[in-house]
C-alpha cells in the first residue's frame, strides 16, 4: 500500500515544481509525465497571456486597447514558442549527447510552465483589486513566477538530458539562439 502511495504522487503535476531536483528525476525515471498535463500547462500559458492582456484591471492597461488584441500572434508567442522551444532543444541536445526524447523535452517544458501561469493568473485576479502604486506587487509576482519557471526548466533539462546544470543552462542558451535564428 505504501509504495503504490509513494509511486502516486509522482503522478501530481505539483511534485516536481514544489521538488525539482528530486520530481524531475522521478518523473524521468519513473516514465509519469504525461503530454497531457503538459499541453494544459502550454495551453493555460496562452490563456494566462491573453488574461494578462485583456483581463487586468482598468488600472493597469493604461496604454492597451481591447481592439487591438492579436490571437493569433499570441497563441505563437505561447503554443508557437513551447513547440518551437521543445523541436529546437531535442536537437540541439540530441547533438550534446542528451538523453532525453522529443516527448520528455515536451513534458520539461510543460511542467516548467505551471509557477509563471500561476504567477500571471493570480496577478490578474489581484489587479481587480489593487491600486496603481501597488503594482510593484504585481510585478514582482509575475518577475518570481518566471523565475521559477525558468529554474524549474534548468533543473528539468538537467534531469531528462542527463546533464550537469551549466549543461543544462548552455543547452538552453543554445535553444534560444536557435530559436532566434528560425524566427529571423
Not at 487591438?68 to 529546437?88: H, W
Request: glycine residues 8%; hydrophobic residues 50%; negative net charge.
Amino acid at each position: 500500500m505504501a509504495e503504490k502511495t509513494e509511486r502516486r504522487r509522482y503522478h501530481t503535476p505539483l511534485y516536481p515544481v514544489l521538488h525539482p531536483i528530486d520530481g524531475f528525476q522521478e518523473m524521468r525515471f519513473q516514465k509519469t509525465g504525461s503530454l497531457g498535463i503538459s499541453t494544459l500547462f502550454v495551453f493555460l500559458l496562452f490563456f494566462a497571456l491573453f488574461a494578462k492582456e485583456q483581463l487586468f484591471g482598468f488600472a493597469f492597461r493604461v496604454d492597451v486597447n481591447p481592439e487591438d488584441l492579436n490571437l493569433p500572434l499570441l497563441f505563437a508567442l505561447s503554443v508557437g514558442l513551447c513547440l518551437m522551444f521543445t523541436a529546437i532543444n531535442w536537437g540541439i541536445c540530441t547533438l550534446f549527447d542528451g538523453s532525453g526524447r522529443l516527448k520528455e523535452v515536451w513534458v520539461v517544458v510543460g511542467y516548467s510552465l505551471a509557477p509563471y501561469v500561476a504567477c500571471v493568473l493570480l496577478a490578474a485576479i489581484l489587479s481587480q483589486f489593487l491600486t496603481s502604486e501597488e503594482a510593484i506587487f504585481i510585478e514582482a509576482l509575475q518577475g518570481l513566477g518566471a523565475l521559477y519557471s525558468g529554474f524549474l526548466l534548468i533543473k528539468g533539462i538537467e534531469a531528462y538530458h542527463e546533464y550537469s546544470f551549466r549543461g543544462a543552462v548552455v543547452s538552453i542558451l543554445c535553444t534560444l539562439v536557435g530559436i532566434l535564428l528560425t524566427v529571423l
